[in-house]
């Protein structure tokens, strides 16, 4: 089949989240310039740059983990381990503004080295991150998309080092959810190694 994501495409459920696939979880906790705490998850998320460290999140809709940035620049990225699926999942909920998350999730929130937004203790690994870029997004038209991206350096990072093995990050531990198309998630438990080929061998 083929179909213009404007005019429709006639399936039950939007099939595009589901080609882009699996994403990993941005578990992104804030904290306002008074104090509150806030968690979401957000499958429009990655890293996009390595020197320097830069990461992304895109919010469908202006939330509280937007509006926190905005108010301090400063946001922690957790890693979503199998263990922390559900209580991840409790953290989607749309709480009001000022509700902790982390308390009705049953989390710890724990103080960061370089920033005062709060990471979650259990996580596996935190990414503290301070905002370079925040933006609303827009179509081909011009017209804005009730859409919001985020861009943060990362200044800092937790490492549980249970899940370290010979000095690397062992995926088989920490076991990361990721978000599929519809209601569905996965669980990161295979892994295999490719060598980039030289040119000419």
């Known amino acids: 089949m083929f179909y213009e994501p404007q005019k429709g495409h006639g399936l039950p459920h939007n099939p595009l989240k589901a080609i882009v696939a699996p ?7 804030t904290r306002s310039k008074e104090g509150a705490l806030n968690l979401a998850p ?35 990225a957790n890693m979503v381990g199998e263990h922390l699926a559900k209580q991840m999942n409790a ?4 709480a009001p503004r000022g509700v902790s998350e982390f308390d009705y ?17 259990e996580a ?17 038209d011009g017209a804005l998309a009730d859409a919001y991206m985020v861009i943060g350096e990362v200044v800092g990072v937790h ?4 899940i370290l093995v010979d000095g690397l990050i062992d995926i088989t531990k920490s ?18 190694q490719m060598l980039r080929p030289k040119w000419g061998e």
């Open 23 to 29: 994403r990993p979880i941005g578990w992104i906790g």
């Open 42 to 76: 957000y499958s429009f998320f990655n890293i996009v740059c390595d020197t320097p460290p830069l990461l992304m999140f895109s919010s469908s809709g202006y939330k509280d983990s937007v509006a926190f940035i905005e108010e301090t620049r400063e946001f922690t």
């Open 91 to 94: 953290t989607s909920v749309n």
């Open 105 to 121: 999730a049953g989390l710890t929130a724990a103080p960061c080295e370089q920033i005062k937004a709060s990471r979650v203790a």
């Open 124 to 140: 596996y690994a935190t990414l503290e991150c301070v905002a370079v870029d925040i933006r609303q997004l827009k179509g081909r």
């Open 159 to 162: 490492i549980d080092e249970t």
């Open 175 to 192: 076991r990361p959810v990721t978000r599929l198309g519809y209601m569905d998630f996965a669980t990161t438990d295979t892994v295999y």
